[in-house]
Nanobody, 115 residues
């Protein structure tokens, strides 16, 4: 049974940091590209950061220089370190696993940036 479980979300003030985690099971984690998406109210889901099985990374322009994606294949976990958070980063953040067209999703974790 495939599971992706996000954690680490919460309410923070602008300029603060959060680290999201996505613990995975039920598939060969090391073979999958792992992605973080987010969806703000009234907006479409967007790709925030991606890390390939070979640990190449890509970021949305809006988060470059502030967010860092990483993975620990020994723990089947992908992380998203979010620094210098802004109110516009407020969204539900979803973990996604992708391999040759087969994809899995987590349930999401809420991140709210507000003073």
């Amino acid at each position: 049974q495939v599971q992706l479980v996000e954690s680490g979300g919460g309410l923070v003030q602008p300029g603060c940091s959060l680290r999201l985690s996505c613990a995975s099971s039920g598939f060969t984690f090391s073979s999958y590209a792992m992605n973080w998406y987010r969806q703000a109210p009234g907006k479409e889901r967007e790709l925030v950061a991606a890390i390939s099985s070979g640990e190449s990374t890509n970021y949305a322009d809006s988060v470059k220089g502030r967010f860092t994606i990483s993975r620990d294949n020994a723990k089947n976990t992908v992380y998203l370190q979010m620094n210098s958070l802004k109110p516009e980063d407020t969204a539900v953040y979803y973990c996604n696993a992708d391999h040759q067209g087969k994809g899995y999703w987590g349930q999401g974790t809420q991140v709210t940036v507000s003073s």
